[in-house]
């Protein structure tokens, strides 16, 4: 005998489908959507204005809170307060910690106040505070993001940055990244993807560079007669791509320096004693 199903009484298979089309988010997850897709519309769309590497530095608007030690400037302090080496360590961590709550504040400095002389000025320190703030906790939590633009056309020439290392005795050296290869026409970058994002960034983003910089401390801490590292120039060097009708290896080879005419001044300086840089007026 056939069953008969009576169609004003819904089964269990109903129920469920019913349940699981009218589940919603949880609230947490509601929060964290509506903030990183907020974070994504609002970063994207004010940093058209390139306000972090410009505004940045015209109202004094730092870009991040101060550093934490390395383990080497921990042990640098340490070596010099013998007495109480772990408060004077705790104490450098604490600074880093402190420095948090003043970055986050929206309430300019006073550096930055006098220099906020017209609606026009808060209006850009608005939008760059907005901006490096979100961008900090984007990278903080790991969802920080990039928006490389390639219209109207393709590219022409590239600007790179170099540094030139200045050493305690006055002697100095080039330092030339992955990015810059000496020979332009016989070079590779395998498995070079995260060296080659943070070096073509170094001209144009005060915090890679400060982060490069701070490897470089590291790692060539002195010349190859002991003499310590002082002080880390950067400067700008451009190239031009060849265009179809030039002999491309030619046209590469006679940019290989790059000729004078193709570098530019020094314009940022790197302190080493006190791990700060500063733009060359």
């Known amino acids: 005998m056939a069953a008969t199903h009576d169609p004003n009484v819904a089964n269990d298979n109903d129920n469920a489908s019913a349940n699981l089309w009218h589940k919603k988010f949880s609230w947490p997850m509601r929060l964290f959507l509506f903030c990183f897709v907020a974070d994504m519309v609002v970063r994207s769309l004010l ?6 590497n410009t505004w940045a530095w015209e109202y004094d608007l730092p870009k991040h809170p101060l550093a934490l030690p390395t383990p080497a400037e921990l042990d640098e302090i340490a070596a010099q307060e013998k007495s109480h080496p772990i408060f004077a360590q705790a104490e450098r961590l604490w600074q880093s910690v402190a420095s948090v709550g003043p970055f986050l ?5 006073a550096e930055t106040a006098a220099k906020l002389k017209t609606p026009v000025d808060a209006g850009k320190y608005a939008i760059t505070w ?8 984007g990278r903080l939590v790991g969802v920080d993001q990039d928006w490389p633009m390639f219209s ?26 992955a990015a810059d290869p000496e020979d332009l026409t016989c070079y590779c970058h395998w498995f070079e993807e995260k060296p080659l994002q943070v070096a073509l960034k170094i001209h144009r983003d005060e915090e890679v560079r400060l982060g490069y910089c701070n490897w470089l401390v590291k790692n060539r801490p002195a010349n ?7 002080r880390i120039d950067l400067f700008t060097v451009s190239y031009a791509y060849p265009s179809p009708a030039d ?32 733009y060359v007026e």
Not at 47 to 52: A, E, H, P, R
Not at 162 to 176: M, N, P, Q
Not at 248 to 277: H, I, M, N, S
């Open 105 to 109: 504040s929206p309430i300019p400095s």
């Open 47 to 52: 940093s058209l204005t390139n306000c972090d």
């Open 152 to 177: 109207p056309n393709v590219t022409m020439t590239d600007t790179l940055g170099r540094l030139r290392l200045v050493y305690a005795d006055g002697s100095s050296e080039i330092h030339r990244h």
């Open 247 to 278: 002999d491309a290896p030619a046209f590469l080879k006679a940019q290989t320096g790059p000729p004078r005419a193709q570098q530019g001044p020094t314009f940022w300086v790197y302190d080493v004693a006190t791990r700060t840089g500063k």
């Open 224 to 230: 190859d007669v002991g003499s310590p590292l002082v």
């Open 130 to 137: 907005t901006v490096t703030r979100l961008g900090f906790i």
